[in-house]
């Protein structure tokens, strides 16, 4: 039932790398924003990064040089490079897609 897909996260050690996917089944996903989330426990849900329909991304000042938002239209998929890691990292990161759709939330765990 989910629209939104994301690929498995994963545990690495502080200085790593991590890419996540987020496959998306809606309608039109082209013409859509799409974000990056992420909750820590005990802490807000938080934009990490999020990219235009037309290619303009914006960024946590947190990641910013860190992590890297792209998308493929075609393949109507975004993914998330994250380089770099640190262990504040720590998370689960969702992708999402307007009006109200969400991946089912993917875990990275970056250790000291």
């Known amino acids: 039932q989910l629209q939104l897909v994301e690929s498995v996260g994963g545990l690495v050690q502080a200085g790593g790398s991590l890419r996540l996917s987020c496959a998306s089944s809606?309608?039109?996903?082209?013409?859509?924003?799409i974000g990056w989330y992420r909750q820590a426990p005990r802490k807000q849900r938080e934009l990490v990064a999020e990219?235009?329909?037309?290619?303009?991304?914006n960024y946590a000042d947190s990641v910013k040089d860190r992590f890297t938002i792209s998308r493929d239209n075609a393949k109507n998929t975004t993914h998330l490079q994250m380089d770099r890691l640190k262990p504040e990292d720590t998370a689960l990161y969702y992708c999402?897609?307007?009006?109200?759709?969400w991946g089912q939330g993917t875990q990275v765990t970056v250790s000291s």
């Open positions: 999402r897609q307007p009006p109200q759709y």
């Open positions: 809606v309608t039109m996903f082209r013409i859509y924003s």
């Open positions: 990219i235009t329909s037309g290619g303009t991304s």
